[in-house]
């Protein structure tokens, strides 16, 4: 299976009862809480399109490349992804997460897709991002996510 297209799309939550909650709640906000994600590696497919978000049906097996982060009371933390084509028009993601800002997520993302197409012996053309961040307050948990959706 070869995707054709896919899209952007990240959401945050905060619970009071628990981590799985707020990543649930958060997963909701993404609009992607009722489908039974699977993730995959880091690489876009030659001829791969972006579009925007679609509905998926309840319950649909959908691949996806997802950073999340969870944490609890008084943390800051941030899920985030970059990705990049190449010259032969497939691509590259970067995942990041962690109790870091958005402006250190992104410097971290910047850093990883650079190395990614390195190794490659490939161009870094323009970098797109999508990074969440969360300040959690006192007494709840929460949740950051940020994917890739093919569809």
């Given amino acids: 299976m070869v995707p054709k297209k896919f899209f952007v799309t990240c959401g945050k939550a905060i619970n009071a009862i628990s981590e799985l909650n707020a990543f649930d709640k958060?997963?909701?906000n993404a609009r992607i809480g009722d489908q039974n994600l699977v993730p995959v590696s880091s690489i876009l497919p030659v001829g791969i399109e972006k579009t925007d978000p679609v509905?998926?049906?309840m319950g649909a097996i959908t691949h996806c490349i997802l950073s999340q982060m969870r944490g609890g009371e008084e943390k800051t933390i941030s899920a985030g992804l970059s990705y990049?084509?190449?010259?032969?028009?497939g691509g590259y993601v970067a995942e990041v997460h962690g109790h870091i800002k958005?402006?250190?997520a992104k410097d971290l993302l910047d850093r990883e897709i650079e190395e990614m197409?390195?190794?490659?012996?490939?161009?870094?053309?323009?970098i797109f991002y999508v990074v969440e961040e969360l300040h959690i307050p006192?007494?709840?948990y929460g949740a950051c996510v940020a994917a890739i959706i093919f569809i």
Avoid at 84 to 89: S, V
């Fill in 26 to 28: 958060a997963l909701l």
């Fill in 55 to 57: 509905e998926i049906p």
């Fill in 84 to 89: 990049t084509f190449n010259e032969e028009g």
């Fill in 102 to 104: 958005k402006e250190d």
């Fill in 117 to 126: 197409a390195r190794r490659r012996d490939k161009e870094v053309k323009e």
């Fill in 138 to 140: 006192l007494d709840h």
